[in-house]
């Protein structure tokens, strides 16, 4: 199992942090248009499921999956959108994105005294701390394709 890449969003679609491990194809676009195709693409699907399901989506879209990766979703209370791509074969993806909020968000950023919300996490500590919470995930590994 594989975990390529995160995204953390506030709630006005702000790219708040990116991280890569073992992503091994590039865009070919810069990170800032990457980051707005992906907002863009979630909030379409989020208002495509809302509009299309059978059932009330009290959860809404948590994870889309295709033949060469699968993106997760998790949006807290807040409007923070943690966005995480793995391979396909990744598993109990929701917990890690909630534990990663909990353990490493909170801890890490919350409750950082210099972080302004709504601006970019530029905290070291932060991002070794998250940095080390996926390696150590059981789903972080490499693969080859």
Not at 18 to 37: C, H
Not at 116 to 133: A, I, N, R
Request: glycine content about 4%.
């Amino acid at each position: 199992m594989t975990i390529f890449n995160l995204y953390i969003f506030d709630k006005c679609g702000t790219l708040l942090h990116y991280a890569e491990w073992n992503r091994t194809k590039k865009s070919g676009i810069t990170r800032e248009e990457e980051a707005k195709l992906t907002y863009g693409m979630l909030f379409s699907i989020k208002s495509f499921v809302s509009k299309i399901s059978p059932h009330d989506p009290k959860e809404g879209f948590l994870y889309y999956k295709t033949n060469r990766y699968a993106l997760h979703y998790l949006e807290t209370p807040s409007g923070l959108k943690f966005v995480l791509n793995t391979d396909t074969s990744a598993i109990n993806v929701k917990e890690l994105l909630q534990q990663m909020y909990s353990k490493v968000w909170v801890e890490y950023v919350v409750r950082d005294p210099l972080w302004t919300p709504g601006t970019v996490v530029t905290s070291k500590l932060f991002q070794d701390k998250l940095d080390e919470f996926v390696r150590q995930s059981p789903i972080f590994g490499i693969r080859n394709i």
